[in-house]
């Protein structure tokens, strides 16, 4: 980093590419300190193809910004900027926000904003500035709609034996997935043997249903079961893991 000098407007400009250009960061930095504000760490998917995109960045904890300013254009066309609609932290319009953001591991306030309408096989840029009273800092970011799908995880994963060794799992699709017609799910099932010994993990499908059946489970093992789901097509990449379910396998007298 360059000295900086106070009262001398300085300007860092950060480059970082990513996998074949398809996802360009900038990060550019306007300050009028010795320490530059913090710049906005912006994350962006689509929680449901291909009308609901999300952004979400969290809120630094101490000397906070006095406000936000986020907006987006078309990379071909970066003059015609619209506005992100800004979602507060633990706003009431979070039913939007998956529950799996939301529930992000820090104490962090993190702030959302749903970006309407985007065009299919289209570049974005989004630009979060967080506005303080001695300067700005924005966080530039590249997309394609297509690249950053993720759906929500599938939710009431359910279990039961059928038979003797047999196990029937099922589960509900992601309720935020709202195109569920056009633009199916496909799901994975991870699941854990427990028994003595190291656990023994296993990644199976993938399954257009919502339900499987899985065979010749070991009688008296404890078995733990989550699912993802991810577009039929390939599109993004699988949800977070749903929460864990387990079962034991009865043992049956011989
Ligand atoms: C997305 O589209 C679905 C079906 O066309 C609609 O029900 C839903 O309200 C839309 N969601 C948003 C956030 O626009
Ligand atoms: C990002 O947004 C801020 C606030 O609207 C603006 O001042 C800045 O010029 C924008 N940066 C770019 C590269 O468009």
Redesign the pocket.
């Known amino acids: 980093m360059p000295v900086m000098v106070d009262s001398v407007w300085v300007t860092a400009t950060l480059l970082m590419c990513v996998l074949g250009g398809q996802a360009v960061d900038q990060l550019r930095v306007t300050a009028t300190s010795r320490n530059p504000p913090p710049t906005p760490t912006v994350h962006c998917w689509s929680a449901?193809y291909?009308?609901?995109t999300l952004c979400s960045w969290p809120e630094p904890s101490l000397s906070p910004p006095t406000h936000y300013v986020a907006t987006y254009s078309e990379r071909q066309r970066p003059k015609i900027t619209q506005q992100c609609h800004l979602i507060q932290p633990g706003s009431p319009s979070s039913h939007?926000i998956s529950a799996s953001s939301t529930s992000s591991t820090s104490s962090e306030r993190l702030w959302h904003c749903?970006l309407?309408?985007l065009k299919l096989l289209t570049g974005y840029i989004i630009n979060v500035t967080a506005v303080y009273s001695g300067g700005s800092s924005s966080h530039l970011s590249s997309f394609m709609l297509e690249d950053i799908v993720k759906p929500d995880p599938p939710t009431d994963i359910r279990v039961s034996p059928i038979g003797v060794r047999n196990l029937l799992v099922e589960w509900s699709p992601p309720q935020s997935w709202?195109?569920l017609d056009?633009f199916p799910l496909k799901y994975q099932i991870l699941y854990q043997r427990k028994s003595r010994g190291p656990p023994k993990s296993l990644n199976l499908g993938p399954y257009e249903s919502i339900k499987v059946e899985l065979k010749g489970l070991t009688q008296g093992c404890n078995y733990v079961f989550q699912v993802c789901a991810k577009e039929l097509l390939g599109l993004g990449e699988c949800s977070d893991w749903s929460s864990p379910v387990q079962i034991t396998i009865p043992r049956t007298k011989s």
């Open positions: 449901s291909p009308n609901l939007l749903h309407p309408n709202n195109n056009i």
